[in-house]
T-cell receptor, first 114, second 116 residues
Framework: GNSVTQMEGPVTLSEEAFLTINCTYT??????LFWYVQYPGEGLQLLLK?????DKGSNKGFEATYRKETTSFHLEKGSVQVSDSAVYFC?????????????FGAGTRLAVHP | ETGVTQTPRHLVMGMTNKKSLKCEQH?????MYWYKQSAKKPLELMFV???????ENNSVPSRFSPECPNSSHLFLHLHTLQPEDSALYLC???????????????FGEGSRLTVL
């Protein structure tokens, strides 16, 4: 079936370190891919997205490239800040049973220390 | 004011109680969703409403009963829950269903439910 797999957290980094959070997916067809972020005590919000192969989504210094050959959508940031501490969710849209729906991974918690 | 408001933020209930969660969106969207967020598990889509009509019921037990009186309000009625139902319940809204809305859902802050 359709699914999203993320690396298990927590990921703990020092400020200004390089961040990678791995995400791979299984889906029929060519789904659109997303990263959502959940800051402490808040709901999820869209961070970035990519709708077709080789597209790069970017926002707030974060980037992710849609890799069809490896079915991956890894999230990267060159220099993290304490304010980036949050839970990050990879997600895809798939067409299933006559309906399009958003499927999320389990989430990866990021903790950034000064 | 956040676009999607959920109440209560925290709820503790016994297995024989009946309670309801409420969600209100101020964004003019026509689609609303309930998701369940449990620790170390992917978010689970429970219900979807589009223009007040239920378009998705993801094999959710009948002890969870949704209600959508209009496009701005969504309820989740709870009765005879089990301890394993303890989780964060997230409401979301979007303008149209995917892919028309390109996948952006706007989430509330969630209602943390504990079943004793």
């Amino acid at each position: 079936g359709n699914s999203v797999t993320q690396m298990e957290g927590p990921v703990t980094l020092s400020e200004e370190a390089f961040l990678t959070i791995n995400c791979t997916y299984t889906a029929t067809g060519y789904p659109s891919l997303f990263w959502y972020v959940q800051y402490p005590g808040e709901g999820l919000q869209l961070l970035l997205k990519a709708t077709k192969a080789d597209d790069k989504g970017s926002n707030k210094g974060f980037e992710a490239t849609y890799r069809k050959e490896t079915t991956s959508f890894h999230l990267e940031k060159g220099s993290v800040q304490v304010s980036d501490s949050a839970v990050y969710f990879c997600a895809l849209i798939t067409f299933s049973g006559g309906y399009n729906k958003l499927i999320f991974g389990a989430g990866t918690r990021l903790a950034v220390h000064p | 004011e956040t676009g999607v408001t959920q109440t209560p933020r925290h709820l503790v209930m016994g297995m024989t109680n009946k309670k309801s969660l409420k969600c209100e969106q101020h964004l003019g969207h026509n689609a609303m969703y309930w998701y369940k967020q449990s620790a170390k598990k992917p978010l689970e889509l429970m219900f979807v409403y589009n223009f007040k009509e239920q378009t998705e019921n993801n094999s959710v037990p009948s002890r969870f009963s949704p209600e959508c009186p209009n496009s701005s309000h969504l309820f989740l009625h709870l009765h005879t829950l089990q301890p394993e139902d303890s989780a964060l319940y997230l409401c979301a809204s979007s303008q149209g269903l995917p892919p028309d809305n390109t996948g952006e859902l706007f989430f509330g802050e969630g209602s943390r439910l504990t079943v004793l």
